[in-house]
C-alpha cells in the first residue's frame, strides 16, 4: 500500500521537475544562470489561473484532445513499474496496453491540430505521425526482448527481472537495445536531435507547431502530459540501465528518484553538444535505433 502510494505521488509529482534539471543543465553548459529548476511547476501553475482562446473553426475535438492524451498518458503510468516496485495494475499483455496509450494520446494530439484547419499544424501533425511509425517498432522491439528475457508479457515482472546476472548474461544485448530507447526515448519527447522544445521556425517545429492554438489549462495539459511521457519511458530506461535491487524500500525508491535525475542530467548534456538534425536525417536515425533493437532481440533469442 506504502509502494502504491509512493508511485501515485512521484507520477504526479515529479514529470515536471525533469524539464527544470534539463533546461538547467543546459544553460550550465551556455555559461548563464538559466531558469530555476521549479520553473515548469510555475508555468503551469500559471496557465492554470490563465483563460483560453478558442478558434472558430475548431470543435470539440480541439478541446478533448489534450484531456484525452493526459488521460492515456496517467493511465499508462499506472502500467510502470518504479525503483523496482511493483506497478500498480499489472497483467499479461500490458505492454500492447502501454505502448498504445501513448500511440491513442499522439493520434488525438494529432487530429486536434488538424482540428484547426491550418496548414502550418497539419504539417507539424504529418511529421509527428510519419516519426512515430518509426518509432514505435523500435520500442515493440525492445519490449519483446525483455519478454523473451522474463518469460513474461507484463511490464512489472520483464522490467523488475533485470539484474547484474541478466546483464552479466546478455550485457551486449541490453547495450544496443538501451542505445536504441535512448534514441526514441528523444525522439517522442521532441527532444535534440530530433527536434528544439524551445524553437518557433516554421520549417524545423514538429510537436511544439501541433499545439500552438492551444491556451490557458488545455496548454498546461499538454506540458503536463509530454513532461509525465518524457517521465515513464525514461523510468523504462533506467529499470533496464540500473539493475540494482536494495532489501529497503525507500533506499529503492531513493535510487530511483536519484537515477531519473541524472537522466534528466544526461539528456541536458546531449541536448547541449548536438546539434538539431536535419529533417531528411531523422528518419535515417530511427531507422538505425530499430536495426539495434532488432539486433538485440536476435542476440537474445539465439
Not at 527544470?20 to 538559466?34: H, M, P
Not at 527481472?161 to 548474461?169: D, E, K
Request: aromatic share 10%.
Amino acid at each position: 500500500m506504502v509502494d502504491t502510494l509512493l508511485h501515485l505521488i512521484l507520477v504526479l509529482v515529479m514529470p515536471p521537475l525533469l524539464p527544470g534539471v534539463i533546461g538547467k543543465t543546459k544553460a550550465a553548459f551556455a555559461g548563464r544562470v538559466g531558469a530555476p529548476y521549479l520553473q515548469p511547476y510555475y508555468d503551469l501553475s500559471r496557465l492554470m489561473r490563465k483563460g483560453t482562446v478558442f478558434s472558430d473553426t475548431t470543435t470539440w475535438i480541439f478541446k478533448a484532445g489534450p484531456a484525452i492524451t493526459l488521460a492515456a498518458t496517467l493511465l499508462a503510468a499506472l502500467l510502470v513499474p518504479l525503483g523496482k516496485h511493483p506497478a500498480p495494475i499489472s497483467f499479461p499483455g500490458d505492454i500492447i496496453l502501454f505502448a498504445y496509450l501513448f500511440a491513442l494520446g499522439r493520434f488525438f494530439t494529432a487530429i486536434a491540430a488538424l482540428d484547426t484547419g491550418s496548414s502550418f499544424e497539419g504539417m507539424g501533425a504529418a511529421r509527428e505521425v510519419t516519426f512515430s511509425c518509426l518509432a514505435e517498432p523500435t520500442l515493440f522491439f525492445a519490449l519483446i526482448s525483455l519478454a523473451r528475457l522474463s518469460g513474461s508479457l507484463s511490464l512489472t515482472p520483464m522490467l523488475n527481472h533485470i539484474s547484474f546476472l541478466v546483464w552479466m548474461r546478455t550485457g551486449a544485448a541490453l547495450l544496443l537495445m538501451l542505445t536504441g530507447l535512448f534514441v526514441v526515448l528523444l525522439a517522442e519527447n521532441s527532444r535534440i536531435p530530433f527536434d528544439d522544445p524551445n524553437t518557433h521556425l516554421e520549417l524545423t517545429m514538429i510537436h511544439e507547431v501541433m499545439v500552438l492554438d492551444h491556451s490557458g489549462p488545455y496548454f498546461g495539459c499538454i506540458l503536463y502530459g509530454a513532461a509525465l511521457k518524457l517521465y515513464l519511458l525514461g523510468a523504462v530506461f533506467m529499470n533496464i540501465l540500473v539493475p540494482f535491487k536494495t532489501g529497503n524500500s525507500f533506499l529503492n525508491w531513493g535510487i530511483f528518484v536519484l537515477s531519473m535525475l541524472v537522466l534528466a542530467i544526461a539528456i541536458g548534456v546531449v541536448e547541449s553538444v548536438m546539434a538539431r538534425l536535419r529533417l531528411v536525417r531523422v528518419p535515417q536515425l530511427l531507422v538505425a535505433a530499430m536495426i539495434l533493437t532488432a539486433f538485440s532481440f536476435v542476440l537474445i533469442v539465439r
